[in-house]
């Protein structure tokens, strides 16, 4: 390769521009990571003031004279890395900094105002901060441009070829079978179920669940050399780089299953993040191929496979105290109907997501008012479960995704359970590894399949090198089962 010609030094300084840009997404990790965990409650003014800053610059950086230069010298270059730096660059010209800016501030003021509303149960509190911050991802989906539905537009930041009227019709097949299964194995609220009580170890201490959750990771490939466990309000995964990956999870003293499972969760996604190819790093490449890919890996690890028979009697036998394998498998497939999403099982879940899905729609679209949404909330969950919530914390208080201002995300969630069982259905019979506790062929074939390609190919790309498509049919199917077997 010629390393004087004008296209291959376009390159090399796109790709210094791209890890400039990607710097400063990772200090916005960072401090989004201290903000959940470390950051002292007054800190919470200035810190938005910092985010907005690291913001500001990362967009100008992205749209400045040197990108433009770059992104018209590289028009025309097949180079995977480059492609998605000329997509990226070509939606943040459309955004003004100003707006950037602006959001991130916003959110961060939004983000305190959302922890006062749940403290205190009040609407009131946080109503006026969801105005302002429905107002700006209103300007900047007419920005953005959007040839069906306003929400397209964000979306697609979120789900790049994806539609509102793909997605509802997606959802609503989902949602009929759904109730259709829930109706045939009679799934009751969470409060009138009975079940097989949990295991002597649902109200293990703290210390013992932590050290629980430490020995998931380190099962997965994640010790102290390249990640770290915390505690915060929700779980989450923060990648700063490769060799810098943070998880948290959160601890509920009366089921182990709580930080356990969510520490499984966090880790698939540390594990997409570790796992790019090592070309990609400090490019823009460097993420997830969509957000519900990212979340389908997450479910894999927590749904698919960590709730599967197998590692259930992997798990009995690491930790006889858990009870035998087949009492683990239908004590971590339980099926109620719950008010709170992240309580939810994998059946019900969906519906949760589709419930916000649509009252997204109606926010956005004008046609419902941020004063209304708890009676909207309270109407489609009496709907959807026949559940009506006691207060705005069992409610529309409980997701902090609004006040961050992320409209178009909460699909990405149902998407990457599809996405999970689809390929948890064409991945090779890894069963006797599984029951062994040895998951590295499993790890060795998502890398190879989903991981080292990052955002150089779309979520369609990547399904359908594998010959699958974007289908609710395998994740019914596979929880049908579950019911069957746990049934029986």
Same mark, same amino acid.
């Given at each position: 390769?010629?390393?004087?010609?004008?296209?291959? @030094?376009a390159?090399?300084?796109?790709?210094t521009?791209?890890?400039?840009? /990607?710097?400063?997404?990772?200090?916005?990790?960072?401090?989004?990571?201290?903000?959940?965990?470390?950051?002292?409650?007054?800190?919470? %003014?200035?810190?938005?003031?910092?985010?907005a800053?690291?913001?500001?610059?990362?967009?100008?950086l992205?749209?400045?004279?040197?990108?433009?230069e770059?992104?018209?010298?590289?028009?025309?270059?097949?180079?995977?890395?480059t492609?998605?730096?000329?997509?990226?660059?070509? @939606?943040?010209?459309?955004?003004?900094?100003s707006?950037? +800016?602006? %959001?991130?501030?916003?959110?961060?003021?939004?983000?305190?105002?959302?922890?006062?509303?749940?403290?205190?149960?009040?609407?009131?509190?946080f109503?006026?901060?969801?105005?302002?911050?429905?107002?700006?991802? @209103?300007?900047?989906?007419?920005?953005?441009?959007?040839?069906?539905?306003?929400?397209?537009?964000?979306?697609?930041?979120?789900?790049?070829?994806?539609?509102?009227?793909?997605?509802?019709?997606?959802?609503?097949?989902? !949602?009929? +079978?759904?109730?259709?299964?829930?109706?045939?194995?009679?799934?009751?609220?969470?409060?009138? /179920?009975?079940?097989?009580?949990?295991?002597? *170890?649902?109200q293990?201490?703290?210390?013992?669940?932590?050290?629980?959750?430490?020995?998931?990771?380190?099962?997965?490939?994640?010790?102290?050399?390249?990640?770290?466990?915390?505690?915060?309000?929700?779980?989450?995964?923060?990648?700063?780089?490769?060799?810098?990956? !943070?998880?948290?999870? !959160?601890?509920?003293?009366?089921?182990?299953?709580?930080?356990?499972?969510?520490?499984?969760?966090?880790?698939?996604h540390?594990?997409?993040?570790?796992g790019?190819?090592?070309?990609?790093?400090?490019?823009?490449?460097?993420?997830g191929?969509?957000?519900?890919?990212?979340?389908?890996?997450?479910?894999?690890?927590?749904?698919?496979?960590?709730?599967?028979?197998? =590692?259930?009697?992997?798990?009995?036998? +690491?930790l006889?105290?858990?009870?035998?394998? =087949?009492?683990?498998?239908?004590?971590?497939?339980?099926?109620a109907?719950s008010l709170?999403?992240?309580?939810?099982?994998?059946?019900?879940?969906?519906?949760?997501?589709?419930?916000?899905?649509? &009252?997204?729609?109606?926010? *956005?679209?004008?046609s419902?008012s941020?004063?209304?949404?708890?009676?909207?909330?309270?109407?489609?969950?009496?709907?959807?479960?026949?559940?009506?919530?006691?207060?705005?914390?069992?409610?529309? &208080?409980q997701?902090?995704?609004?006040?961050?201002g992320?409209?178009?995300?909460f699909?990405?969630?149902?998407?990457? @359970?599809?996405y999970?069982?689809?390929?948890?259905?064409?991945?090779?019979?890894f069963?006797e590894?599984?029951l062994?506790?040895?998951?590295?062929?499993?790890?060795?074939? &998502?890398a190879?399949?989903?991981?080292?390609?990052?955002?150089?190919?779309?979520?369609?790309?990547?399904m359908?090198g594998?010959?699958?498509?974007?289908?609710?049919?395998?994740?019914?199917g596979?929880?049908?089962?579950?019911?069957?077997?746990?049934?029986?």
């Amino acid at each position: 390769m010629d390393q004087n010609h004008p296209q291959n @030094r376009a390159e090399r300084e796109c790709l210094t521009l791209q890890a400039q840009i /990607k710097d400063f997404h990772a200090a916005q990790a960072l401090l989004s990571w201290d903000l959940e965990t470390l950051m002292p409650p007054a800190g919470y %003014q200035a810190r938005a003031e910092v985010t907005a800053t690291l913001a500001e610059t990362a967009h100008t950086l992205l749209v400045g004279p040197k990108a433009q230069e770059l992104a018209s010298s590289l028009l025309a270059s097949q180079d995977p890395v480059t492609k998605v730096f000329l997509r990226d660059h070509a @939606r943040a010209l459309r955004l003004p900094a100003s707006l950037v +800016a602006k %959001q991130a501030r916003v959110a961060g003021l939004a983000h305190e105002a959302w922890l006062a509303a749940r403290d205190n149960n009040s609407w009131a509190l946080f109503a006026p901060h969801l105005e302002e911050t429905l107002q700006l991802k @209103r300007e900047e989906a007419e920005l953005l441009g959007y040839e069906g539905n306003r929400y397209d537009a964000l979306l697609e930041g979120y789900e790049p070829g994806l539609t509102v009227a793909a997605l509802q019709e997606l959802f609503g097949a989902l !949602r009929v +079978a759904s109730l259709a299964l829930i109706a045939e194995f009679g799934i009751e609220a969470a409060s009138t /179920k009975t079940s097989a009580p949990v295991s002597s *170890l649902a109200q293990i201490d703290q210390v013992v669940q932590l050290a629980l959750a430490r020995k998931v990771l380190a099962l997965l490939g994640l010790d102290q050399s390249n990640s770290r466990l915390d505690l915060s309000v929700h779980p989450f995964c923060s990648s700063i780089h490769q060799g810098d990956i !943070r998880v948290t999870t !959160r601890i509920q003293s009366a089921d182990w299953r709580v930080c356990f499972y969510s520490v499984l969760h966090e880790a698939g996604h540390a594990l997409y993040e570790s796992g790019f190819a090592p070309d990609l790093y400090r490019t823009l490449a460097a993420d997830g191929a969509s957000y519900g890919m990212h979340e389908s890996q997450a479910l894999f690890w927590e749904n698919c496979l960590g709730r599967s028979l197998p =590692f259930c009697q992997y798990l009995s036998q +690491a930790l006889p105290a858990l009870g035998d394998g =087949f009492t683990l498998f239908r004590q971590t497939n339980t099926f109620a109907k719950s008010l709170i999403r992240t309580e939810a099982d994998e059946l019900t879940y969906n519906l949760h997501i589709i419930l916000r899905f649509e &009252l997204e729609l109606a926010l *956005l679209d004008g046609s419902l008012s941020v004063k209304d949404l708890p009676e909207a909330w309270n109407e489609g969950m009496q709907s959807a479960l026949g559940l009506t919530p006691p207060d705005h914390l069992h409610g529309c &208080l409980q997701d902090i995704h609004w006040a961050h201002g992320s409209f178009g995300y909460f699909p990405s969630y149902t998407l990457g @359970r599809l996405y999970a069982a689809s390929l948890w259905e064409s991945i090779p019979d890894f069963s006797e590894g599984i029951l062994g506790g040895d998951l590295t062929a499993v790890k060795a074939w &998502l890398a190879e399949h989903i991981h080292r390609h990052g955002r150089t190919m779309l979520p369609a790309q990547l399904m359908g090198g594998l010959g699958l498509s974007l289908s609710a049919e395998p994740f019914l199917g596979q929880v049908r089962e579950k019911l069957v077997t746990i049934n029986s």
